[in-house]
């Protein structure tokens, strides 16, 4: 049986819970009241942003967005491994002439047009040697006129072609035998491939300047370089002891692709043919990467002026719309590669997104 006396008191601390928390209720109400008029009030303190700065703002988040879908679409995982990314620190160093990559760049695009047109320059150096007809002998002499003239030209390439084209058909008729005629249209096809790289005619005519016709040593160069594909293309020393296996044969082809004469080193040589293995294995996901940086590079200009417009708006003297504090889409994909491709210690990045 329950006690009136206790009742009465269970049912007095009932009604004063109750009271309480009626009380905490409406005191938090009136509190989260004071706080909302309290920023109305300040809003209407503070001055609006100009409508053309949101009409700008929202026109660059658009353009950010498609851009942002684009690169998405291009990302892929292999950018982010290890010696790919090492890759590209290359590149870059070898473009802008930096850290052990001065004055490299120049002989370093020279051997990578050696080797790929290899086979174009044996069967040129066999055809001269091979077809010593007068009339033969005249085109052979044209041509290495007309290649003493490549640095004068404006349009070397298609002027040299062009040229060529002309003086060919001017001796073909006067070539006797059927084999002769069909040796010269080798020869000058031949030359049209060297010539379909800009780089070619000039490395042609450097050979031709030196009296370096030993065109075999190239094909050393590309075996080497091909070889060099399934070593660890981190591990420098002992890429050096393949090199050094060769090096009378750089040596050769050093004063032809313009080594600096203070770099015609093993270093220097290694450090090419290191370059040259990792075009070789990464060249084609360096292509996409590519593809990648442009995308991020249209990205990054209406990047710049969103960041730029956020920033001269502060929150103590503006109103600040939703608008201005959404997430900037693309910038988990930017910020991985600025990172990655930044040393932790120096701080240098090898990225330019301005470009």
């Known amino acids: 049986m329950v006690d009136p006396q206790e009742k009465s008191l269970a049912d007095k601390a009932t009604k004063q819970s109750f009271l309480d928390s009626n009380y905490g209720e409406k005191k938090g109400f009136f509190r989260n009241l004071e706080g909302f008029l309290q920023q109305q009030v300040d809003n209407f303190s503070k001055e609006q942003i100009a409508e053309e700065v949101l009409v700008i703002h929202d026109k660059k988040m658009v353009d950010m967005r498609f851009f942002a879908k684009m690169a998405a679409v291009i990302d892929n995982d292999k950018f982010c491994a290890k010696e790919f990314l090492i890759y590209i620190k290359i590149c870059y160093c070898l473009k802008y002439g930096i850290q052990g990559y001065e004055e490299l760049y120049k ?11 290899k086979d174009s320059f044996l069967k040129i150096d066999q055809a001269e040697l091979t077809y010593r007809s007068s009339k033969q002998q005249e085109v052979y002499e044209f041509v290495e006129e007309r290649l003493m003239c490549i640095e004068e030209m404006t349009d070397s390439t298609s002027i040299f072609k062009s040229q060529l084209k002309n ?31 800009e780089l070619g005619l000039k490395l042609l005519s450097l050979f031709k300047a030196y009296h370096l016709d030993d065109y075999s040593i190239l094909k050393k160069i590309s075996d080497l370089a091909v070889s060099l594909k399934k070593y660890d293309l981190m591990d420098f020393k002992k890429l050096q002891t393949s090199v050094a296996m060769q090096f009378e044969t750089f040596q050769k082809l050093g004063k032809i692709i313009g080594i600096p004469p203070n770099k015609n080193n093993l270093t220097t040589y290694t450090t090419i043919l290191q370059y040259i293995a990792l075009e070789y294995r990464h060249g084609m996901v360096r292509i996409k990467f590519d593809e990648l940086l442009q995308v ?25 719309p939703k608008e201005f504090t959404a997430p900037i ?25 301005d470009e």
């Open 107 to 117: 002989p370093t695009k020279l051997l990578q047009v050696a080797i790929q047109a």
């Open 167 to 197: 003086k060919v058909e001017e001796i073909i008729p006067q070539i006797k035998t059927d084999e002769g005629k069909t040796a010269l249209k080798a020869y000058v096809k031949e030359l049209d491939r060297i010539a379909d790289n």
């Open 296 to 320: 991020l590079r249209k990205w990054y200009q209406p990047y710049q002026m969103i960041v730029n417009l956020r920033n001269q708006f502060s929150a103590s003297e503006y109103q600040i």
């Open 329 to 353: 889409p693309g910038l988990e994909i930017y910020e991985k590669y600025q990172i990655s491709l930044t040393d932790k210690k120096t701080g240098f990045t090898y990225l330019n997104f």
